[in-house]
């Protein structure tokens, strides 16, 4: 570590972003831990929607409507991936609030799942009626 | 640091019990993962071999860094009666695989 690393601030003399665990003092563990296990249950949540679409693409007989296995399971895949990255900063920004001892800031993650799964159910019930 | 209330004995308890809740949330995630290969791995043995290979080797891959980073890699790292939490590479490593079996099974869509 050099002395400008040491002051926080990288070769160039630009200041450098603090580390996680540079910021304000740890937080009791079992806070931490909490908002890994949140964590985990939203990947967990990715994972099942990924899963669902790979299998509505791959497992289900072709309905009557062309493409509409890749409707449905398409927004799925793309959902799920979303959510497991989104779901990551959120983790980061509630670890840095805890750390900082600021409020946990809001989070857009339930109303993102949410609103994704009630139109892909729309999407659904589109293509079982069309497709029939 | 700061502490949630109640005398030492309840402090280092209620982090043993915190600390057991978040390992056996990583074996989930783990199992989880494992029982997506499952499924995927029959069919790609009843396919005699199909694009179904490439998204379980994703899984395999996903589901090892699952328990690598939240099982093996921790215990190796912690030292004894000490709260070790993961830090934010492993957990981005996790979403980022999570991604990558996605991304895999968008990719085997558009070939397929």
Redesign the interface.
Known sequence: VTAAEEEGRDRTGTPRRPRLHELGEDPDVRYTYANERTFLSWSRTSLALIVTGIAVLQLLPAFHLTGGRRLIGLPLIVLGSVLSLVSWRRWYRNEKAMRLGQPLPPSELPLVLAVGVALIAVIAIVVAVVGQ | ????GGSDADTDR??AL??Q??TL??T??GL??LG?LA??AR?VWNDGGSS?GF?AVALLGAATLTWAVGIAAWHLRRRPHQ?E??R?GE??A???A??A???C??I??VVT
């Open positions: 640091v700061s502490r949630a209620a982090d915190a600390e809740r978040t949330a990583w989930r995630s989880a993962l997506a499924v995927l069919r179904a998204l709260a939490p993961r934010p957990l981005l996790i979403a980022l999570t991604t079996v996605g991304l099974g968008l085997v869509t």
